[in-house]
Structure formats: structure tokens, C-alpha cells
């Protein structure tokens, strides 16, 4: 059994694209695209399912065009429509860490390495600028933006989620 815990959220299936049981994807991160990926997880009534990939091809820069394998007509995907769409994390730990993208790193605790103390967990990525932030909810329930700067960022530790970043003194007062 597929869990929750052991997957990254890549996207979403929109709807159905043609009568030859293709869907529109829209993609958060193509590291199914990057990564060595045979299939991909959708989750149905809440519960993980694998459908193995026949093909795919881009649309645009966040949707693809993906076929299952054994669903060959638009009926056929009529229950994959609005469900979210993973992978699992191993394929995003075989990348390098050039290859993954930010949001990865969403549900990760955030430690400052200086003191060990945990500084919150990121729940966002802000790409809105040229600067991208880690949105954090501090344990206190406030929220605080940090740069999501390689330089700032000492260690990732995939296995047990947890980012330690070396900060500018003031950085988290501000």
C-alpha cells in the first residue's frame, strides 16, 4: 500500500482530452518528466493508486497530455478527473539538487543551525518574484518569509523532512 507519507505531489488531472483516454495534467513540477518515472499515483477516494504511463507530451509549460495504459477511451478516465497526482519521493531523492524543484520542500521542518531550534515548517513557496521565499509557519502559528537561497541552506535531510538553514543574524526578526 502506496502512503501519503512516501509521495510528492506533482499536479492534477483536469479532464479528459479527446476519445482515445488522454487527460489534461496540469503540472506543479515536471520531476515526472526529469526523473526515470513508469507511472504515476493518483489518489481516488483517498486511497493511492499507480497508473502505469503509455505516453505523454507537453502542452505548455504546466500541462501535458498523459494516455494510461488500459484506459482507451474518455469514459474509460471519467474517474481520474480532479484527482491529485504524485510520485514517489524516491524518485525525487535520485535527483540531483540542481534537478528538484522547490515545492518539494513544502511540509519540511525548518531548523536554524545554530542553535538546533526549530524555526517552523515551510508550507509555501513564494515564486512571485525574482527572489524566491520559503513561506514557514512558525510554531507559534505566525508566519515568516525566508530566502530560499542555496547558500542559506546547510543540510537536507530527505529521509526525516528537515531543512537546517544558516541565517543572517536579524533574519527572522524582521
Known amino acids: 500500500m502506496i502512503r501519503k507519507e512516501d509521495v510528492y505531489q506533482i499536479g492534477k488531472i483536469t479532464k479528459a482530452h479527446g476519445l482515445n483516454g488522454e487527460v489534461n495534467f496540469n503540472f506543479t513540477d ?14 481516488i477516494d483517498g486511497i ?3 497508473f502505469f504511463i503509455e505516453e505523454y507530451r507537453f502542452r505548455s509549460d504546466t500541462t501535458a497530455l498523459v494516455k494510461f495504459e488500459d484506459l482507451d477511451t474518455s469514459d474509460s478516465v471519467q474517474f481520474l478527473l480532479g484527482c491529485d497526482v504524485y510520485i514517489e519521493n524516491k524518485y525525487v531523492q535520485e535527483l540531483g539538487e ?27 513557496i513564494d515564486d512571485n518574484t525574482e527572489n524566491w521565499l ?4 512558525r510554531p ?20 526525516n523532512k528537515v531543512m537546517t538553514m544558516d541565517l543572517p543574524i536579524g533574519l527572522l526578526e524582521l
Do not use: R, W
Request: glycine share 6%; with cysteine.
Open 98 to 124: 540542481d534537478e528538484v524543484s522547490l515545492n518539494y520542500f513544502i511540509g519540511f521542518k525548518m531548523i536554524d543551525g545554530d542553535d538546533n531550534s526549530e524555526i517552523g515548517t515551510i508550507t509555501a
Open 48 to 50: 493511492l493508486v499507480p
Open 30 to 43: 515536471d520531476v515526472f518528466d526529469t526523473a526515470d518515472v513508469d507511472y504515476l499515483i493518483c489518489e
Open 134 to 137: 520559503f513561506i514557514v509557519e
Open 140 to 159: 507559534d502559528g505566525s508566519e515568516v518569509m525566508i530566502p530560499a537561497h542555496e547558500e542559506f541552506i546547510s543540510n537536507i535531510d530527505q529521509d
